[in-house]
């Protein structure tokens, strides 16, 4: 099965701009970004068809920015005007919807300090 490994997160002030990257071993198809919060569910914030739709959650439109690049089968999520209630580790899974079973990468932590 295709194995994901996400990089890019880290510190960051309010305001700033983090790009995090999810590469796959292996053909991808739909993909989303999930970030899980301290004590907090894990919840999606951005999602990718293989031909380009794309969705965000409310709380980041305008804001993150999801694509791919399918000849380097990576994934990217170009977050600006980060805030502190950004913060969370960020994880990368196969799929369209976040009750599919998929495949999750290991989470890559971004914290936003105000």
């Known amino acids: 099965q295709v194995q994901l490994v996400e990089s890019g997160g880290g510190l960051v002030q309010a305001g700033g701009s983090l790009r995090l990257s999810c590469a796959a071993s292996?053909?991808?198809?739909?993909m989303g970004w999930y970030r899980q919060a301290p004590g907090k569910q894990r919840d999606l914030v951005a999602r990718i068809s293989t031909f380009g739709t794309t969705d965000y959650a409310d709380s980041v439109k305008g804001r993150f920015t999801i694509s791919r690049d399918n000849a380097k089968n990576t994934v990217y999520l170009q977050m600006n005007s980060l805030k502190p209630e950004d913060t969370g580790v960020y994880y990368c899974k196969t799929g369209w919807g976040p009750r599919e079973n998929g495949v999750w990468g290991q989470g890559t932590q971004v914290t936003v300090s105000s």
């Open positions: 292996g053909s991808i198809n739909p």
